[in-house]
């Protein structure tokens, strides 16, 4: 079976700081892997997805993603974090033949000035 | 339309009632999904359809929970005789439903979600 396990409900940074959202994912063949974006009251937003063309993502808003098989994981960073950056964040897994799209609990992103 | 629409966007309900939950996808989207999310988790897979067809229903948590898509577009999610473990916000999302190899990459465009609260 194919799961996401996001390290840390919760993480704060200073303004300015370098933002780490930690993914592990759970595959038994090479999957999809996507990190979504949730502001408050508004939907979730794709903010970039891994599809094995290249093991570095850019994503919007200065964010990136970097696919270590070995590892089995999928962070998610940012050099810089800005006020705007606070929102909850998801990590997501698909199987190449799969329908559905498997999500992560989320880590809850707080920017401090 | 330009993106998922979900209506209503807040349902209050006595416990015991029926509600429905409609989902508007994007035009030419073929691929039409339901999750769960309730307060401090993740989304949850309730449902998957391509066109018409419940092509994976093994999220739904049991026989009370049921949806629909009679035309290929819009798609309802009916709640039988709820119970205050239902209050969640329900998410549709919608993608090309493109078959191969880059199906898996297909990217899911969510609308905003129906906050349903059961009392």
Known sequence: AQSVTQLGSHVSVSEGALVLLRCNYSSSVPPYLFWYVQYPNQGLQLLLKYTSAATLVKGIN??????????????????SAHMSDAAEYFCAVRRASASKIIFGSGTRLSIRP | GAGVSQTPS???????????????????????????????????????????????DSGLPNDRFFAVRPEGSVSTLKIQRTERGDSAVYLCASSLGLAGVSYGANVLTFGAGSRLTVL
Do not use: M
Not at chain 1, 62 to 79: Q, V
């Open chain 2, 10 to 56: 807040n349902k209050v309900t006595e416990k015991g009632k029926y509600v429905e939950l409609r989902c508007d996808p994007i035009s030419g989207h073929t691929a039409l999904y339901w999750y769960r999310q309730s307060l401090g988790q993740g989304p949850e897979f309730l449902i998957y359809f391509q066109g018409t067809g419940a092509a994976d």
């Open chain 1, 62 to 79: 200065g964010f990136e993603a970097e696919f270590k098989k070995s590892e089995t994981s999928f962070h998610l960073t940012k050099p």
